[in-house]
């Protein structure tokens, strides 16, 4: 966080709200010795306010893709991990983790849930995809394979999997390709198989001033890219127009900022994420880059003394055993 915080200071502090060149990331790709698969190749990257972001034409995801979100997604893996208790649904009804399936996690980031689920279940195979090379190219155990790929394609592994995750992509799609993507991810999965999906509300529950401004200008900031900031409710819908059965959807109030280990995390996490826009964020409320992340700061901080809440809605479906192989739903 220390990190975070300190490196908007310093930019805000020199008033760098311009958008810095184009810079080519390190190419690393090339098959990795005992691993199946790294079809890993550099994308482009532009700096913005210090942070890097993607320049992918086909994704208006408005993250940063650089090492500091990187650590981000990391801890808000095991955040979601403490919060849920569980890195699968436990509404699975057959106890596929037992034999040798293929799983697919789809934008998948710098890999964590993959990572984390590979090292307990070493007989199954996970395959993760991201639109930006944040994923692991070198380190990572055998049973994982990263390449670039996007939900709305087909994965460039030529597989149909047991198992798939879409986890986080509130954020990553236009409101018209959820439907699409949701198909996508029916084909491909094979009959029977399971899809599990994590999405939290880019709203929240507050009456602090400074959080329903940022969170305004967030979701002002999503708009403009043609995204839906409140999918969460419109999620079982899309998923029965693909085809899929709904075994399990939940609508999780967590509280965020108010004292314990879990919910101080999450509110750590919501200044990272905030800070890696904050120069998007100034200048929709058209204040500078240092007035935004002293805003920030301040409605983080008050997010426990406000009983702020933020929903979190957890689904998990299947593909119908006599499903047809693919869908053209949409
Ligand atoms: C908030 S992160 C979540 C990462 C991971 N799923 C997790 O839960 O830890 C969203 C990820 O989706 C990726 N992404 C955005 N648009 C995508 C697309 N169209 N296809 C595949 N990945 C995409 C982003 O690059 C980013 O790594």
């Known amino acids: 966080m220390g990190n975070a915080r300190s490196a908007l200071q310093r930019n805000s502090a020199k008033g760098k709200r311009e958008t810095e060149p184009t810079k080519a990331m390190s190419a690393s790709s090339g098959s990795v010795p005992g691993s199946a698969y790294s079809g890993a190749k550099a994308t482009q990257s532009r700096i913005i306010g210090g942070r890097e972001f993607h320049t992918e034409e086909k994704s208006v995801y408005v993250l940063a893709k650089d090492d500091e979100e990187k650590d981000r997604l990391h801890e808000q893996h095991f955040l979601i991990k403490e919060t849920f208790g569980n890195l699968l649904q436990p509404q699975i009804l057959e106890p596929i983790f037992d034999n040798s399936i293929d799983v697919y996690d789809v934008g998948c980031g710098p890999g964590s849930w993959i990572l984390d689920m590979a090292t307990e279940y070493p007989h199954v195979q996970f395959f993760g995809t991201d639109i930006a090379d944040t994923f ?195």
Request: with cysteine; net charge negative; charged share 20%.
């Open 136 to 330: 692991p190219e070198s380190i990572y155990p055998k049973n994982c394979h990263f390449s670039l790929g996007n939900v709305l394609e087909v994965n460039p592994f030529g597989k149909t999997f047991d198992f798939i995750q879409m986890r986080y992509f509130a954020v990553a799609l236009r409101e018209n390709e959820w439907d699409d993507a949701f198909v996508s991810m029916y084909n491909q999965l094979k009959p029977g198989g399971y899809f599990q999906s994590l999405e939290p509300s880019i709203l929240m529950n507050t009456s602090n001033t400074d959080l329903n401004e940022i969170i305004s200008a967030f979701t002002k900031l999503l708009a403009a890219k043609g995204q839906d900031y409140d999918i969460g409710p419109k999620i079982v819908g899309k998923m029965k127009a693909a085809g899929f059965e709904v075994i399990h959807e939940n609508k999780l109030e967590s509280p965020i900022g108010w004292g314990n280990k879990i919910s101080t995390r999450g509110a750590e996490d919501m200044r990272m994420l905030y800070l890696s826009i904050a120069p998007f964020l100034a200048s929709l409320l058209n204040i500078d880059v240092e007035e935004c992340t002293a805003k920030i700061n301040r409605a983080v901080d008050s997010m426990g003394p406000t009983k702020t809440t933020v929903n979190l809605w957890s689904f998990l479906a299947r593909k119908p055993l006599e499903a047809p192989a693919s869908s053209s739903a949409v």
